[in-house]
């Protein structure tokens, strides 16, 4: 039996990149300060929070929703913000609906390290669409994810979905 290979260049810059992400030069705060909105891949952004493609998906449609202010525990949240995040949360979760059809979706929050929060000081939310067929032998037998989709016509496709709610 011959392995096979799947090309995935976009892995590399992670891999090398340095993971330093902490206080104001972390990515999501870097994509904040910039205007480089389909560069950074922010699908949409609000008076509290950014929404951006996870340039490293787990599974094609990977969405981060970020407060703007670059806090890491849920405390130091004021209620505007809190209530923001949800409401994008919603409304990210409904679009994907239109646009890509899932069948579920996994929506979550890693707090803290050792939680597995790769950007353990700016809080961020992740919803990962889900498919029936998403789970298939890749995962199982070579621990390896197809993402059938580029970030770049996924970020097409949603903002062509939100219109003008990506503000």
Request: aromatic share 8%; proline share 6%.
């Amino acid at each position: 039996m011959s392995q096979e290979i799947l090309w995935a260049p976009w892995r590399l810059q992670y891999i090398k990149e340095p993971k330093d992400e902490s206080g104001p030069d972390c990515f999501l705060c870097r994509y904040i300060a910039e205007q480089n909105d389909a560069e950074n891949l922010v699908v949409a952004r609000g008076p509290r929070t950014i929404t951006v493609l996870n340039r490293y998906p787990y599974n094609n449609g990977h969405l981060l929703i970020a407060p703007l202010a670059h806090k890491g525990d849920f405390g130091q949240l004021d209620d505007e913000e809190m209530l923001e995040c949800m409401q994008v949360l919603q409304q990210m979760t409904s679009a994907m609906q239109q646009s890509l059809s899932p069948q579920g979706f996994n929506i979550g929050l890693n707090l803290g390290h050792v939680a597995g929060a790769g950007l353990p000081g700016h809080l961020h939310w992740h919803i990962v669409p889900r498919w029936s067929g998403d789970t298939n032998f890749m995962t199982v037998v070579s621990d390896t994810t197809v993402i059938p989709q580029s970030l770049h016509a996924l970020y097409d496709l949603l903002k062509e979905t939100l219109g003008d709610e990506a503000k």
